[in-house]
């Protein structure tokens, strides 16, 4: 008697879903759709993190292209790393696949260009173009200079000579210690952090927007090592300190 009830069941169940998912995709922008591929053009939204975790999980081509084609984003394929050719390191370190980042539209790292693993130099991207967004927001003024301590260094975590491999050993993270707007005005992590005013809770508004964007986002928060910066990496871990 009641034998077709169970199919008509997952039918319409199946019916609800589809169209609640055509609505969304109509209706919510894309950001916010964990089941979009990840957009540089859009601005950061609820899914943006997971849709880069997906685009680098995916080959590593994926990511490389969508770097190039991104509009404004001042970067090139770097060269391959190889690690040290003895010693701990050895057969660890260094990374196939990367980008040498210079920054993007009107805005520079200093002391230099950074190689990053992709994923990372994509997050980073958009970390950049929110900073920026920040800063005008706050202060009317973009930024202009991110002042950063290098990506690479084939070294376990925390300079132990055992255990786990920082992911600063695969230029799979970056440190970065001040942001300079185009008026010459320099909030850093060092000097700004402890403060109560506008430039303290400037830096806090972009340790936050780090945290839609890479996986590990550190800050003075987290430990008396990060007193003077952010420490940034798209390893295996997850954490926003
Ligand atoms: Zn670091």
């Not at 980073?124 to 009317?140: N, P, S």
């Not at 506008?198 to 986002?217: M, P, S, W, Y």
Request: charged letters at 25%.
């Amino acid at each position: 008697m009641s034998g077709w009830k169970g199919p008509l069941i997952w039918i319409a169940t199946a019916a609800i879903f589809a169209g609640g998912a055509y609505l969304a995709d109509k209706h919510i922008p894309g950001e916010h759709l964990p089941w979009k591929e990840l957009d540089t053009s859009r601005p950061l939204g609820k899914a943006t993190k997971s849709q880069i975790l997906r685009m680098a999980l995916s080959p590593p081509e994926v990511c490389m292209d969508l770097a190039r084609d991104t509009a404004g984003f001042e970067t090139i394929p770097s060269d391959p790393k190889e690690g040290p050719s003895t010693g701990d390191g050895k057969d660890v370190c260094g990374w196939e696949v990367a980008r040498l980042v210079y920054g993007q539209d009107d805005i520079v790292l200093t002391p230099g260009e950074a190689n990053m693993k992709c994923p990372l130099s994509v997050s980073t991207y958009l970390w950049t173009r929110e900073i920026d967004r920040l800063a005008q927001e706050r202060y009317g003024e973009g930024l202009a200079k991110m002042h950063h301590m290098g990506t690479y260094s084939c070294r376990r975590q925390n300079g132990n000579n055992s255990g786990r491999w920082s992911q600063h050993a695969y230029g799979n993270a970056w440190d970065v210690a001040s942001f300079e707007l185009t008026d010459g005005h320099l909030v850093s992590v060092r000097s700004d952090w402890t403060g109560e005013d506008g430039d303290a809770e400037f830096l806090r508004d972009i340790r936050n927007a780090a945290c839609k964007v890479f996986n590990v986002t550190l800050s003075p928060d987290y430990n008396a090592a990060h007193y003077d910066h952010f420490h940034l990496d798209m390893g295996p871990s997850s954490a926003c300190r």
